[in-house]
């Protein structure tokens, strides 16, 4: 899934698998049926498409709840209060190819904790500097600063709430986590991410679409020793699998990132990058999932 040899798993990722409930049945075809009904009841009352302005406001308003959560919480509840509320729970969970049904509501957010672990191990353990785009709640910077506490760490998002997040976990952990307003869509060259840093984006470059341009301007210009990418990929959705028909809808009436690995793929030929990994892990949310491709400028 994400090309891990057992024995290499992190601990933290072995406790994880030991303690979660992780089981889950194939979905029947009453399961089917009541999932792609929802699917469409949630297409037929707009439930599926949201504009820019209302994208910020939720966002802002969301990791200010979070960040109100925090300020309430001790240090180990720090990663619950860093939760992204649109992680509701579901019976429904996609998984290898398919649709499967759980007990457990928050399994798709629990296998997400373990997928980013896996990821952060085997990319960015032997890294200096952490470079997050898009940090939202900065979840991903606690969890990297936990396994690399000497690292120095640096959020952007276009939301205030994500900076005072960022500024509030270095300040109450004594890490070096620093946050910066930062709008992907406008990138601001001056910020400063040193050349050689690890650059990360995980459920944030989705929400571009085809407006990436400038971002790989920024990112290029950077000169990041690896850039890894945890987000949408249509490219390796199948169209003649409902599941994948499904997804794409929501992508496509999401914005959500499109185009983006054929770029990728387009300035590898022109030797600008190199990819160094590119692949879906199937394991995925309820309505879409996630692909992870790493590379690297030349």
């Not at 925090?70 to 939760?83: F, G, H, I, M």
């Not at 900076?163 to 986590?177: F, Q, T």
């Not at 990112?219 to 499904?246: C, G, H, M, W």
Request: with cysteine; glycine share 6%; aromatic share 10%.
């Amino acid at each position: 899934m994400f090309r891990i040899n057992v024995p290499d798993l992190p601990h933290r990722v072995v406790e994880l698998i030991g303690h979660q409930d992780l089981t889950y049945r194939p979905a029947g075809t009453r399961d089917l049926e009541e999932y792609v009904l929802h699917f469409l009841e949630l297409e037929n009352t707009g439930g599926l498409e949201r504009s820019p302005a209302e994208n910020r406001s939720a966002f802002e308003n969301g990791w200010t709840q979070n960040l109100e959560q925090l300020k309430r919480s001790k240090p180990e509840d720090y990663l619950q209060a860093l939760k992204p509320g649109y992680f509701r729970g579901s019976r429904f969970f996609r998984y290898n190819d398919r649709l499967v049904v759980t007990n457990n509501h928050q399994l798709e957010y629990e296998l997400f904790l373990i997928a980013r672990l896996c990821i952060f191990h085997a990319w960015l353990r032997n890294v200096d500097v952490v470079c997050e785009l898009g940090c939202g709640t900065c979840a991903n910077l606690l969890l990297l600063s936990d396994t690399m506490p000497d690292a120095a760490f640096i959020g952007l998002d276009w939301a205030r709430a994500s900076c005072e997040i960022a500024g509030h976990l270095s300040k109450r952990l004594s890490r070096n986590i620093s946050g910066h307003v930062f709008n992907m869509l406008e990138p601001d060259h001056g910020v400063d991410v040193p050349e050689g840093a690890a650059i990360l984006s995980i459920h944030a470059f989705e929400q571009l679409g085809r407006e990436f341009d400038a971002m790989l301007d920024f990112i290029l210009a950077k000169r990041p020793a690896i850039v890894v990418q945890y987000e949408p990929v249509l490219e390796f959705y199948n169209t003649n699998s409902l599941l994948d028909a499904l997804a794409l809808r929501y992508c496509r009436k999401r914005g959500y990132l499109e185009d983006y690995y054929t770029r990728l793929c387009d300035m590898q030929e022109k030797k600008l990058i190199k990819i160094l990994g590119a692949w879906r892990p199937y394991l995925g949310g309820v309505l879409h999932e996630s692909s992870l491709v790493v590379w690297r400028p030349c």
